[in-house]
């Protein structure tokens, strides 16, 4: 065979065999046998072995996977993926809907889909070729995963029909139940351990450094929802149809409706049928369906406002409360968790269940021995959630909360509109001091490599380390010698500690453990004040006008700063070289033109993007703002901008600019 003829045969094979994929995965319609499919791809292997000039990364034989190892590549994602807020009840979802209407006056209609219970994924496809693949991650930047994505067959490496240049679809990775069940049989055989659930599996094979051995886990994929500029379609459930058109997996079980009944009535439905799908399924998920609507409404710092996860009721069984323990956090919480007679729930053992706090103790009126019901919250977390008062002993003791910490005998407190009692020994509490030091030096804050909650416990012990700031001062000589640390081992845990200085302001703050401050917190007090100085002498007015922070987090920050060990532990750290302030770095094009203006878009724009837009405005230092206010500079209208948006700006006499204004303000 020549060059020319292998050609052909080799593009043959490939149109072939992927039109049997789609049939087989995607359609469950399959039209040969798997005999003629095995012959069909080990003639096209051999056929891209003889001729390698062939070789497409998207070819069918690419499925298979490879045995190289590597490690995952962090990839910022252009798009944040966010979580959904849940819900578990009607009331709720009724809620949401009065929520949503109350930041439009325009008419939606509403989209439900299954909630799949996998992994989340992120495809962007260019040219109607699959180009990336990464986990949701922290929502900011997630693992490249590309190598073992392309292993499932329910995911098209090329598309077919009219599909957008570029664009990203989301969606989640599944393990089967016959899957899940065939794999944990063969894990029992060899003595392995199975795992817990089909979710666990899934994402534990996804992060597997070997994509023949993923190919050979038959994972599934949904997906559901698609992203990006020059869509041919503003309704969400019209894009998927399109999706579908183009070979993607969309669940069949999509539905619009119009109203909350109907909704209602696709929950009741599902909560049922759900039982009898393949794959794991832990709710449902309900979206306005129009874009347009979408974009008006925005998000939160965690979650959209247009779209919510009704949870369906957790699977419940009966078990003994035989003792209540308290754990102490590095915050200083005191959380009450139930010692429980072992029993089997949504397939795994539970012997331990939070109980949260006081008030959940009260109001359960816990009595020691009683028959508790247990659930897992969300799924994952198994909590009790009512007391068999049938069986309860006369003579049974309530259970009555402590009143001293259990690790240093501290008196608690409890604060005013606090549910959690706290010890408030937070430089002398053993666990408070040892957790905030596994939260410094974990993977989202400073992430320091060799460092893990057993050598900070070791450390701990010899009294080498006291606070974060101790980790610093730690020389070769001390570690060197430990149990289980030798000279290598004390290299590594020294040599990232040096490398963590590099670590950007956000993730620093972030690292300090502020209560209330959590990873999107820090970042938008980063980003907003630039220094720790600027943050340490903002007064709580100055704070909540940061978007997004409220008063309890900025009484937090003050009181924080407030204390006089706390601004020596960051002196320390900054003699160290921390990074406390934002790394100034002119990026091409940026300019002070727009700054000090609080500037807000809405509708849709031809000539360029929202996204676009709202890089702009922060380019030239100006302030996208989700909400009109009597602080907002300008409204950025396009086409079919909602009129409550506009009706408000008029009434606050607030500017009204297009696009092409907008540009000129910076001229």
């Known amino acids: 065979m020549n060059q020319n003829e292998a050609a052909s045969q080799i593009a043959h094979l490939r149109e072939e065999l992927e039109k049997q994929n789609h049939n087989y995965y995607v359609l469950n319609n399959p039209t040969i046998d798997d005999f003629t499919f095995d012959q069909m791809l080990s003639e096209l292997i051999g056929l891209e072995t003889e001729f390698p000039e062939f070789f497409d990364a998207n070819s069918p034989t690419q499925r298979v996977g490879s045995d190289h190892n590597q490690d995952f590549k962090q990839v910022a994602h252009k798009y944040q993926m966010l979580s959904l807020s849940n819900t578990y009840t009607e009331e709720e979802v009724q809620e949401f809907d009065q929520r949503a209407h109350k930041l439009t006056d325009e008419n939606f209609e509403y989209?439900?889909?299954?909630?799949?219970?996998?992994?989340?994924?992120?495809?962007?496809?260019?040219?109607?070729?699959?180009?990336?693949?990464?986990?949701?991650?922290?929502?900011?930047?997630?693992?490249?995963?590309?190598?073992?994505?392309?292993?499932?067959?329910?995911?098209?490496?090329?598309?077919?029909?009219?599909?957008?240049?570029?664009?990203?679809?989301?969606?989640?990775?599944?393990?089967?139940?016959?899957?899940?069940?065939?794999?944990?049989?063969?894990?029992?055989?060899?003595?392995?351990?199975?795992?817990?659930n089909p979710r666990n599996a899934a994402s534990g094979t996804l992060k597997m450094q070997n994509s023949s051995v993923v190919a050979s886990r038959k994972l599934d994929a949904y997906l559901y929802y698609v992203l990006g500029d020059n869509l041919p379609d503003d309704g969400h459930i019209e894009l998927l149809h399109h999706a579908s058109q183009w070979g993607f997996k969309i669940s069949e079980h999509t539905r619009k409706c119009k109203n909350l009944q109907e909704i209602f009535d696709f929950l009741h439905e599902w909560n049922i049928k759900r039982k009898e799908l393949p794959v794991a399924t832990d709710g449902v998920v309900i979206k306005i369906n129009s874009s347009r609507i979408q974009q008006e409404l925005g998000f939160t710092a965690k979650s959209p406002r247009w779209a919510i996860a009704y949870k369906f009721k957790a699977e419940r069984v009966s078990t003994t409360l035989n003792s209540v323990s308290y754990q102490v956090g590095r915050t200083g919480a005191v959380t009450p968790v139930a010692n429980l007679t072992p029993v089997l729930l949504a397939g795994t053992v539970v012997k331990r269940a939070t109980l949260h706090n006081e008030d959940v103790i009260k109001s359960l009126d816990l009595h020691m021995g009683d028959t508790v019901f247990v659930e897992k919250g969300g799924e994952i977390i198994p909590k009790i959630v009512s007391v068999d008062l049938t069986g309860r002993h006369p003579m049974s003791e309530p259970i009555q909360f402590i009143e001293r910490c259990p690790e240093c005998n501290s008196l608690l407190i409890r604060q005013d509109g606090e549910s959690a009692w706290y010890c408030p020994n937070e430089t002398g509490c053993p666990p408070q001091i040892k957790g905030k030091l596994e939260h410094f030096i974990s993977r989202k804050a400073m992430n320091i490599d060799g460092l893990g909650s057993e050598t900070i416990e070791l450390l701990f012990q010899k009294k080498l380390i006291n606070d974060i700031a101790d980790l610093y001062d730690l020389k070769q000589s001390d570690l060197v010698g430990l149990d289980r640390l030798g000279e290598k081992s004390a290299t590594r845990i020294l040599d990232s500690l040096e490398t963590s200085k590099q670590v950007p302001f956000e993730r620093v703050l972030f690292a300090l453990g502020i209560r209330y401050v959590g990873e999107t917190v820090a970042k938008k007090l980063a980003r907003d004040l630039k220094s720790i100085e600027r943050i340490e002498t903002a007064s709580i007015e100055e704070l909540t006008g940061v978007e997004e922070i409220g008063s309890k987090i900025a009484e937090s920050l003050v009181n924080w700063f407030a204390d006089d060990r706390n601004k020596r532990l960051v002196d320390r750290l900054k003699s160290q070289n921390l990074r406390f302030e934002m790394k100034s770095e002119q990026k091409e094009g940026q300019t002070d033109k727009l700054k000090g203006l609080s500037i807000i878009i809405s509708g849709t724009f031809e000539k360029i993007s929202r996204d676009d837009l709202k890089a702009f405005i922060e380019l030239n230092g100006g302030k996208n703002v989700t909400s009109i206010s009597a602080k907002t500079n300008y409204l950025v209208a396009g086409e079919n901008i909602g009129p409550s948006k506009l009706e408000k700006a008029q009434k606050l006499k607030i500017p009204i600019i297009s696009e092409d204004d907008l540009l000129q303000l910076t001229n």
């Open 111 to 196: 989209v439900c889909e299954l909630k799949f219970d996998g992994v989340s994924i992120s495809l962007t496809y260019e040219k109607g070729l699959l180009v990336k693949a990464v986990t949701r991650g922290d929502g900011e930047k997630g693992d490249d995963v590309t190598a073992n994505v392309k292993t499932i067959k329910s995911i098209p490496l090329r598309l077919k029909g009219d599909y957008p240049d570029e664009f990203e679809i989301r969606g989640e990775i599944l393990l089967p139940f016959s899957i899940f069940e065939m794999l944990n049989r063969d894990r029992e055989e060899i003595g392995e351990q199975p795992f817990a």
